[in-house]
């Protein structure tokens, strides 16, 4: 009961910063200031397409973070089910995973520590191409680490449980994007890459990966809001 009340201003700030942020998604102007968060989750999008590329036994070829937003990661063999539907998908659990990390201090630290070291990997072995994507690389990873040092208690935690809505959130915004491409255009998507492979609708992956994402993240939600025991730490 008492935990229950000490989180709840948190999860209310948490959700008018989730509700701020969709809306933000239809206002042209919002969504540059939004830019930089969209540039996080290119790289986490993109780094999930490598990782599984990898454990599948392909061979990747480099990512490329855009100025716009926008991604790509070539890659050569593997599965290519697996290997397409890792990027929104490895967004969503990335996002769900610092959610319910950031319930503590120490989780949160840890998580904010693991995001740099995979993002340093990415970037050091994989990241090429666009100068904007290099840098905003390097800046997320400055920006993550300086906040694990210095930032305490529970501005700490809703930090990380805010970086991971944000990613849950643009995944589930790519997602509806990607529905209505793979709805009404032959423009090029994971989606789209999906149909011409196993012939199975572009809309059919899209819904799926969106239905997997909101279910992910309303499950996450739930969980990392349960008050915790009284011998928890």
Request: hydrophobic fraction near 50%; charged fraction near 10%; glycine fraction near 10%.
């Amino acid at each position: 009961m008492r935990s229950k009340s000490q989180i709840r201003p948190n999860q209310s700030t948490l959700l008018y910063a989730a509700v701020l942020t969709l809306v933000g998604f239809l206002v042209p102007f919002v969504q540059k200031v939004l830019l930089p968060l969209q540039y996080l989750n290119t790289h986490l999008h993109e780094f999930s397409h490598a990782l599984v590329a990898q454990i599948t036994g392909a061979e990747v070829e480099k990512i490329v973070v855009n100025a716009d937003g926008s991604g790509v990661t070539p890659v050569a063999g593997g599965s290519l089910i697996l290997i397409a539907s890792a990027g929104y998908l490895g967004a969503s659990i990335i996002g769900a995973v610092m959610i319910y990390c950031g319930r503590t201090e120490k989780g949160a630290r840890i998580t904010l520590w693991s995001i740099a070291a995979a993002l340093t990997f990415s970037m050091i072995v994989w990241v090429r191409g666009d100068s904007v994507g290099e840098i905003s690389g390097f800046g997320w990873i400055t920006t993550i680490a300086l906040v694990a040092l210095l930032v305490k208690g529970k501005p700490l935690m809703f930090c990380v449980q805010f970086l991971g809505l944000q990613q849950c959130l643009n995944a589930v915004r790519s997602l509806f994007t990607l529905v209505e491409v793979s709805a009404s255009t032959e423009i090029h998507s994971d989606a789209s890459i999906l149909q011409s492979a196993t012939h199975v609708p572009s809309i059919v992956w899209a819904v799926g990966w969106s239905a997997f994402s909101l279910a992910l993240v309303g499950w996450t939600l739930r969980r990392s809001w349960a008050p915790m025991s009284g011998r928890a730490g």
